[in-house]
């Protein structure tokens, strides 16, 4: 597609169940990015890769989240025995080399993760 | 550690009136500053950037001026439209993280016909 896909776009799971969230990002751009939105709050960095390394993952919250890319291509978001307080909504965003020293970030429409 | 203080919302404003959303910032060295906005079912998109001092970045007829001496990066439009109605985010960029941008809280501009 033309833009940053993400899926699920809504998700409502159980507490301590596993979760996965895929993100596609454009064709092309080497840069993938995974924010967390909580109700009320900025966007918060967790993981970026480059490529399918991923240099950064300081803004993981907990050994409970994971991620991983394949090649330039499709990223999953993995987070384990979920909690209440991961409810929120994760955005992925993709930007090309020259766009990545730019500042400029393609966003998903988000996945909205619902913990109950 | 960087980061951005944006105004709090809601804003609701008259189609035709000026637009002024706060934004400042606290960073080490010289980031690059941006305003991305998220229209009603849509991802984020950038909006404008500036890259260094005394900058002025502009789209839509929205502007925003890189103040050094006053960290702030506001961001105004002379006459706001119905479609304008989102949420802005005010963002900046260092130099680690692979340029991953720091973000404010988002501030909803609702306008009314």
């Known amino acids: 597609g033309a833009g940053v896909s993400q899926s699920p776009s809504n998700k409502v799971t159980e507490k301590g169940k596993d979760v996965e969230l895929r993100c596609d990002p454009i064709?092309?751009?080497?840069?993938l990015y995974w924010y967390r939105q909580r109700l009320g709050q900025g966007l918060e960095f967790l993981i970026y890769?480059?490529?399918?390394?991923?240099?950064?993952k300081s803004g993981l919250p907990s050994d409970r989240f994971s991620a991983e890319r394949t090649g330039e291509s499709v990223s999953t978001l993995t987070i384990q025995r979920t909690q209440q307080e991961d409810s929120a909504v994760y955005l992925c965003?993709?930007?090309?080399?020259?766009?990545?020293?730019?500042?400029?970030?393609?966003f998903g429409e988000g996945s909205r993760l619902t913990v109950l | 550690g960087d980061s951005v203080t944006q105004m709090e919302g809601p804003v609701t404003l008259s189609e035709e009136a000026f637009l002024t959303i706060n934004c400042t910032y606290t960073a080490t060295g010289y980031p690059s500053l941006f305003w991305y906005v998220q229209y009603p079912g849509e991802g984020l998109q950038l909006l404008l950037k500036a890259t260094k001092a005394d900058d002025k970045g502009s789209n839509k007829g929205f502007e925003a001026t890189y103040r050094k001496e006053t960290t702030s990066f506001h961001l105004e439009k002379g006459s706001v439209q119905v479609s304008d109605s989102a949420v802005y985010f005010c963002a900046l960029s260092g130099t680690n993280s692979g340029y991953a941008l720091n973000f404010g809280k988002g501030t909803s501009l609702l306008v009314t016909p």
């Open positions: 890769f480059q490529g399918n390394s991923a240099p950064d």
């Open positions: 064709s092309g751009h080497t840069a």
């Open positions: 965003a993709s930007s090309s080399p020259s766009g990545r020293v730019a500042g400029e970030l393609f």
